[in-house]
């Protein structure tokens, strides 16, 4: 197999499962539609750096060595899936809170826009990094999908792509959440939503944390 054939498809199959529901979607959503735009931005940038940075582990072997410590891989996810928790707990606590555009605005001025980006970047982040499954996923896709004799520009092209397919596609879910009439829902049905989102959060938490890895 030639070495664009290599990155066509790592990228499909890259592409097939960030575009799959879960936490990470979860996340960008609750806040898109919380009218947390700067928040949502961030987190994306978080989410995608963070799957770069396992994307770098199993490119250069240390995540096949991280699998190998058992106990730290344990210890971060059920890590994870406390925060995972934590966090669908919290859109239970807020539901039905700033549901109007005026109470969005006042909270976003309150708080300024580049410190509600970097909160964004951390959500992010710590969504991504405290799931340990994020590197078995690398170190199988590579495994299969990449030969060890795989020309580094090929590699970079992986990584630099799978950065973009992370924010492109997270950026398209905050657009699509962002348009009025998405917004007309969330003020209707806002609470209701929220518990939705809330709960799916809980459930990828406690899955993480009780799956053996």
């Known amino acids: 197999m030639s070495d664009a054939s290599v990155v066509l498809t790592v990228l499909f199959l890259y592409a097939m499962i960030v575009i799959s529901p879960g936490p990470n979607f979860a996340l960008i959503s609750r806040l898109a539609l919380r009218r947390e735009d700067h928040a ?22 240390l995540s096949a ?46 708080m300024g826009r580049y410190r509600e980006v970097l909160r964004g970047v951390r959500l992010g982040a710590l969504v991504n990094l405290s799931n340990p499954k994020g590197i078995a996923f690398f170190v199988s896709l590579y495994a299969v999908a990449v030969p060890p004799n795989t020309a580094l520009w090929a590699k970079a092209t992986i990584l630099g792509s799978s950065f973009l397919i992370e924010i492109v596609w997270y950026g398209l879910v905050i657009l699509l959440l962002s348009t009025g009439r998405a917004r007309r829902i969330y003020d209707r049905f806002g609470a209701w939503i929220e518990r939705v989102i809330g709960s799916a959060l809980i459930l990828f938490g406690v899955r993480l944390a009780t799956e053996r890895a």
């Open 40 to 61: 949502a931005w961030g987190a994306t940038v978080g989410l995608a750096v963070a799957a770069t940075f396992y994307g770098v582990l199993a490119m250069v072997g």
């Open 65 to 110: 060595l991280l699998q190998q410590l058992g106990w730290l891989t344990r210890v971060v996810q059920i890590g994870g899936g406390l925060y995972l928790v934590w966090l669908g707990v919290q859109a239970w606590r807020h539901a039905g809170e700033m549901t109007t555009m005026e109470a969005s605005e006042a909270a976003r001025l309150g």
